[in-house]
């Protein structure tokens, strides 16, 4: 059996933030520098780590880049006085407030305070309608789903295929990944199925899909005899699972996995994502991109 075409995350990344660093370079000669804000709530480590890796691609882009870290103890109001400061600042184009946010706070209020022009992140209610409207020039897309889809052009170009009149199988409904996913499948003509935790007989609808997506959150649930022969396989799925042995601190060893059992899905899918190394990478990558895009939108005309 020919092995599946590997979807390498890594380069397909640095390919966009080198498109990114290109024209930023293009925009600041015309006068605008894009800018990002980061809000960090809290000391949560992975938070911190996902907001670090953040700013630095950002500089590496050419970006103004700011960081607004703040206590776990802030009080909501403080929190949203930053995000109207941020909105009315004509030197930032992007405003990232990283979740989660703690319990105290009410994150859907601060997150739909953001102004949907600098809603990096794509999560405004705003930004979710224009999507779902086919209105691309306004929209922000989600950073997860827009990278998977372009993974997804990658694997077609690779393949010889096409997108219009594929049966796409998204497992998962979520308002980051599987819903944004779907209708991004939609606006490129594929017949689309949304599965979840209730969908009967989940094995046999996703050996349905030439293009099956898995953003679940269930380490290796989709198995080998899941995946239609030839198909597409994107997972989107980063848990971290038991590994062998001991790290060099006398800690048992961790392993990243996806929702796709790899070694299994690999040997029968056209093309497919590694986890890690794989849709990861290409969130981070995203975000600068819908930055940029948020930049060039807010300049003025003719500039
Ligand atoms: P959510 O928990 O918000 O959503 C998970 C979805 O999977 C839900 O719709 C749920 O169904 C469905 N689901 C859960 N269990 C099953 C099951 N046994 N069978 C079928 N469907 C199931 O997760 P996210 O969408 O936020 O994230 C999904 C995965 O993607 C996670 O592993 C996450 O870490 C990863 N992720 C990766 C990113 C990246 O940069 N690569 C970015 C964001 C997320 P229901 O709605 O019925 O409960």
Known sequence: ?????????????????????????ALRARGVTPGLATVLVGEDPASQSYVASKGKAARACGFHSVQH??????????????????????????????????KTM???????????????????????G?????????????????????????????LGR???????VVIGRSNIVGKPMAQLLLQRHCTVTIAHSRTRDLAAVARRADVLVAAVGQPEMVRGDWVKPGAIVIDVGINRV???????????????????????????????????????RMTVAMLMANTLEAARRAAPAGE
């Open 69 to 102: 870290t703040l206590p776990t103890t802030t009080d909501e109001l403080d929190l949203l006085a930053l995000v109207e400061s941020l909105n009315a600042d004509p030197t930032i184009h992007g405003i990232l407030v990283q979740l989660p946010l703690p």
């Open 242 to 280: 038991a590994g062998e042995g001991l790290d060099a601190s006398g800690k048992p060893k961790t392993r990243l996995v996806g929702d796709v059992a790899y070694a299994e899905a690999a040997e029968v899918a056209g093309a497919i994502t590694p986890v890690p190394g794989g849709v990861g």
């Open 1 to 25: 059996m020919t092995k599946a075409y590997l979807l390498d995350g890594k380069a397909i990344a640095e390919e966009t933030l080198g498109r990114v660093a290109r024209e930023t370079a």
């Open 162 to 168: 096409t997108l219009a009149g594929a049966e796409a």
């Open 106 to 128: 009410n994150a859907a209020r601060v997150l739909e305070l953001i102004d949907p022009r600098k809603d990096v992140d794509g999560f405004h209610p705003v930004n979710v």
């Open 130 to 158: 224009l999507l779902s409207v086919g209105e691309m020039d306004r929209a922000i897309v989600p950073c997860t789903p827009a990278g998977s889809m372009i993974m997804l052009d990658k694997a077609c170009a690779a």
